[in-house]
């Protein structure tokens, strides 16, 4: 299977548009071979359409049928995995493992999705039934479930080409909801993109669902997104990138006649603070967690720990030597493009023009473009305490060392920070104890809190919470990783008074799809 | 008791503010006694900083001491029934019997959203535990509840005094999610709020909640509203008014630099849909029936009917005439405020103006003041498709009849429809058989379908949805009314490696509230 460098609108391919890009390996900056065609306006306009058209049919696909639709995207994804991992390492610089590992974790949220749908209920089903002889008046027959929103509009990630790009999280979840997905490749791995897209369209023809149920329109500028953001039949949007990008996305999103919901993932410094009872317990292991954790994925993780609180004490001070041992023998690694690496250094330039800010570790940099070093930066908590810009994200293989002098500055640190996506703490159990109001504090600040390990591996499962407070995503109520993610893309409905058989089987009185239901204010769980 | 004017900043009373303003009566223009001082920009600081000072203490209180405060209110709200519903009658005009019925509902949901509470598992506990032999990564303890948003600002409405204002459904939800409330009075009816407001207080006292867990700031201009908006320790809205008031806010909150969530109820026009069949049969009482529901509350209802489509059969022009007559000899009663009135009457006037719409029925003007009088419009389906003007909501006793020739034009009247919170069809059931694709174009567009009923009357239950598309909501994945309302003020959380000690007793190991919890993919319902 070669690539066409076209967009996939619905079941056709498109190259209308006269602007055309490729990609490039970040290691040398080389062009890869075949142009990719930005998509026209008419173009996504078209995909659109196709959506709008299909959406009513899809949306009323049983669970089963959407299920096996998933499950059918995540077999033919598995059959080019080879050549897919290959252009794949080729646009991003990303390890053959890492990318056959995100492989796996793609076709893995596809069938937990599916499992999911069968199952069925998700869609939160609650039914009030009637009594005719209430006093003082009647009490109708009421009941609840999830629907789908519309057509969505995905926006795939630089940094997880396949588990957060074109059948990554949002693409799946969209899917199980029941709603038909308009995804706008990353341009930074076209190739990769169209390889998932032409698998997403084989499942969608041979598990025979409509037309449009997916469409995958190119492009480097940014002209594309905004049709998506702006059309009108457009109606939620998930997005995982920059807090620039996501927070323009969502300022357009807003400004629309109609205004629908943007689910931006869009950055996150994810602090870690290390108690003084644990470094004195475990200060090497810990030095050697941070510093995997900080490099993991050449540090391109939405979960990357930017941030470590470390007590100024004589345990400490080992910690951060250990570390820094640690970080000067690491070696670079190629980011994902030419322009995340520079806005890495730049970053990294930034904070260290700071007075107060040190730079006290840096690995070595290899030979090649692109090439992201590890680097520990340090500042007092004093001095982080009085300058915001300090908790901004650096996105690669950095974290800041903030050594504080007491709790008070923990827990100020804690006070003072924006919404992240994590915050982890490390103590033992006495100092849990002793620091249970920082834990608190940290509670009301994050998507996900953690005790004891790092925040890099966002586990897919019914329980996992990616996201958290602004700025760290646009929408703190939802989660973008895990089964919960699907009601991003559902609203509730309530039908009164309908005859049984006008209801859908999730309400139906007989509760043929045996789900969990809310019936007269008690859960029902029906043998199976 | 008797009334003071002043603002409730937490367990204190002030009258800071050298604006003050007069409720009066709808019916003779009066002003009624005493002043009520509007609360300055720190009035209103001091009610939010005390709320986010409140928020630490009583976001961890636990179900049952929030289920007993809400309780607590219901009581202390019984207790003044006479004293509020005089003044209420006074400030809005509604009769006695309306106002103790409100009033019950206003207390029933207050003991919903506490047995909800004390059953516990509206917090969507999901647990998945860990594998540490899993390979090639272990597989980490993670656990997902929902937890408090923060301070929630509430605007009471003008159209429900208790039900939809200072102890109604916002409120209600917000208190019993975790998160305290500083409510904006409505400037109509401030000595019934200031009353509502004085029990809470008592019930907040009684139950020994923290002070601040609730505060009420009076206002006549919009200014005391766009502070609480914009004030940055606000993290939610709740509002039910006019399309133009809840976009403000809206578009208010979306400008913040932290933007937060608006759940504005703005108005729809509840398109209610007559099939041949069940004219056919039913003539008389539809007629009849759809002459109670618009006139009810004098048509001040968010789900007045206010679009009706009847075929131009023999049954509809006899449906028709019925309900000409039925409204001709209906008598007008007083609105709920002056503007109210002449909004109404300038809506219908501007309707009127149309030379394709007709004024087919009025019921008697009696003498008084903001007199609501009934009166039935007529236009061809053709005409309604080509001005979008007259789906827009007129507030008060009228509904345009909308005669359409085929069912191709009641489609397509469908497809056309904005959001609105209700559809109703009424139908036999060989007319819902063939009318299938009108119900499946009408789910789209509102967040409540109804069969062979009619759509005032909002059970407040589990499964019930005031809510729909935009306009008539600024937020389609939630409700305003019923348990699930809740979640408008809540997000989700993951833990992740917690010892069990430090888990919140929704997620610890034995389940101690015996709540029902997803764990490791399987809903667990414990016995009780």
Same mark, same amino acid.
């Given at each position: 299977?070669?690539?066409?460098?076209?967009?996939?609108?619905?079941?056709?391919?498109?190259?209308?548009?006269?602007?055309?890009?490729?990609?490039?390996?970040?290691?040398?900056?080389?062009?890869?071979?075949?142009?990719?065609?930005?998509?026209?306006?008419?173009?996504?306009?078209?995909?659109?359409?196709?959506?709008?058209?299909?959406?009513?049919?899809?949306?009323?696909?049983?669970?089963?049928?959407?299920?096996?639709?998933?499950? /059918?995207?995540?077999?033919?994804?598995?059959?080019? $995995?080879?050549?897919?991992?290959?252009?794949?390492?080729?646009?991003?610089?990303?390890?053959?493992?890492?990318?056959?590992? $995100?492989?796996?974790?793609? /076709?893995?949220?596809?069938?937990?999705?599916?499992?999911l749908l069968r199952e069925g209920s998700w869609v939160d089903a609650r039914i009030d039934r009637a009594n005719p002889e209430r006093i003082p008046v009647p009490k109708p027959d009421t009941r609840q479930m999830q629907i789908a929103l519309g057509p969505v509009g995905v926006f795939g990630a630089s940094n997880f080409p396949?588990?957060?790009?074109?059948?990554?999280?949002?693409?799946?979840?969209?899917?199980?909801?029941?709603?038909?997905?308009?995804?706008?490749?990353?341009?930074?791995?076209?190739?990769?993109?169209?390889?998932?897209?032409?698998?997403?369209?084989?499942?969608?023809?041979?598990?025979?669902?409509?037309?449009?149920?997916?469409?995958?329109?190119?492009?480097?500028?940014?002209?594309?997104?905004?049709?998506?953001?702006?059309?009108?039949?457009?109606?939620?949007?998930?997005?995982?990138?920059?807090?620039?990008?996501?927070?323009?996305?969502?300022?357009?999103?807003?400004?629309?006649?109609?205004?629908?919901?943007?689910?931006?993932?869009?950055?996150?410094?994810?602090?870690?603070?290390?108690?003084?009872?644990?470094?004195?317990?475990?200060? @090497?292991?810990?030095?050697?967690?941070l510093s995997g954790s900080v490099q993991l994925g050449v540090g391109q993780f939405c979960t990357n720990p930017g941030i470590t609180i470390v007590p100024k004490t004589a345990k400490g001070d080992q910690f951060q030597e250990e570390l820094e041992q640690n970080i000067s023998t690491s070696e670079s690694a190629t980011m994902l493009t030419e322009a995340i690496q520079h806005n890495y250094v730049s970053g990294l330039n930034q904070l260290k023009?700071?007075?107060?800010?040190?730079?006290?570790?840096?690995?070595?940099?290899?030979?090649?473009?692109?090439?992201? /070093?590890?680097?520990?930066?340090?500042?007092?908590?004093?001095?982080?305490?009085?300058?915001?810009?300090?908790?901004?994200?650096?996105? @690669?293989?950095?974290?800041?060392?903030?050594?504080?002098?007491?709790?008070?500055?923990?827990?100020?640190?804690?006070?003072?920070?924006?919404?992240?996506? /994590?915050?982890?703490?490390?103590?033992?159990?006495?100092?849990?104890?002793?620091?249970?109001?920082?834990?608190?504090?940290?509670?009301?600040?994050?998507?996900?809190?953690?005790?004891?390990?790092?925040?890099?591996?966002?586990?897919?499962?019914?329980?996992?919470?990616?996201?958290?407070?602004?700025?760290?995503?646009?929408?703190?109520?939802?989660?973008?990783?895990?089964?919960?993610?699907?009601?991003?893309?559902?609203?509730?409905?309530?039908?009164?008074?309908?005859?049984?058989?006008?209801?859908?089987?999730?309400?139906?009185?007989?509760?043929?799809?045996?789900?969990?239901?809310?019936?007269?204010?008690?859960?029902?769980?029906?043998?199976?």
């Amino acid at each position: 299977m070669g690539l066409n460098g076209k967009n996939i609108l619905g079941f056709g391919l498109s190259a209308k548009g006269d602007k055309a890009f490729y990609a490039k390996h970040p290691a040398t900056g080389d062009s890869l071979e075949i142009p990719f065609f930005e998509a026209t306006q008419d173009e996504v306009d078209v995909a659109i359409q196709l959506a709008e058209k299909a959406f009513e049919s899809y949306r009323n696909k049983s669970g089963l049928e959407k299920g096996s639709f998933l499950e /059918t995207i995540a077999e033919e994804l598995s059959k080019v $995995e080879s050549e897919l991992v290959a252009r794949c390492t080729q646009e991003t610089g990303l390890p053959e493992g890492r990318l056959k590992g $995100e492989l796996g974790r793609t /076709t893995g949220q596809l069938r937990l999705f599916a499992s999911l749908l069968r199952e069925g209920s998700w869609v939160d089903a609650r039914i009030d039934r009637a009594n005719p002889e209430r006093i003082p008046v009647p009490k109708p027959d009421t009941r609840q479930m999830q629907i789908a929103l519309g057509p969505v509009g995905v926006f795939g990630a630089s940094n997880f080409p396949l588990a957060f790009s074109v059948a990554g999280g949002d693409t799946a979840s969209a899917l199980a909801a029941g709603c038909p997905v308009v995804v706008k490749a990353h341009p930074a791995h076209p190739g990769t993109s169209e390889l998932v897209g032409t698998a997403i369209l084989e499942a969608a023809r041979k598990s025979k669902m409509p037309e449009g149920v997916f469409s995958l329109v190119q492009g480097a500028s940014i002209a594309v997104g905004q049709a998506i953001v702006k059309h009108p039949l457009i109606k939620a949007i998930g997005f995982t990138g920059s807090f620039r990008g996501g927070k323009a996305l969502f300022d357009e999103a807003a400004r629309r006649d109609e205004p629908i919901p943007v689910y931006a993932e869009m950055g996150s410094t994810n602090p870690v603070f290390m108690l003084p009872g644990s470094l004195e317990e475990n200060h @090497g292991n810990l030095a050697n967690g941070l510093s995997g954790s900080v490099q993991l994925g050449v540090g391109q993780f939405c979960t990357n720990p930017g941030i470590t609180i470390v007590p100024k004490t004589a345990k400490g001070d080992q910690f951060q030597e250990e570390l820094e041992q640690n970080i000067s023998t690491s070696e670079s690694a190629t980011m994902l493009t030419e322009a995340i690496q520079h806005n890495y250094v730049s970053g990294l330039n930034q904070l260290k023009s700071k007075s107060q800010v040190t730079s006290i570790s840096k690995g070595k940099q290899l030979e090649g473009g692109s090439q992201g /070093t590890a680097e520990i930066l340090e500042v007092s908590a004093t001095d982080f305490l009085s300058d915001k810009a300090l908790e901004e994200e650096v996105f @690669g293989p950095s974290t800041l060392l903030v050594r504080s002098n007491n709790k008070e500055e923990m827990l100020q640190i804690a006070r003072n920070l924006n919404g992240h996506l /994590t915050a982890t703490v490390h103590g033992t159990s006495k100092d849990l104890l002793e620091y249970a109001d920082l834990l608190k504090l940290l509670e009301r600040k994050v998507g996900r809190l953690l005790i004891n390990s790092f925040p890099t591996g966002v586990e897919v499962c019914h329980s996992m919470v990616h996201g958290g407070p602004f700025p760290a995503t646009s929408d703190a109520r939802m989660t973008s990783v895990g089964t919960a993610a699907i009601t991003r893309f559902t609203r509730p409905i309530c039908y009164q008074n309908f005859p049984d058989e006008l209801l859908p089987d999730e309400l139906k009185e007989s509760n043929p799809l045996h789900i969990l239901r809310l019936e007269d204010g008690t859960y029902i769980l029906p043998k199976a």
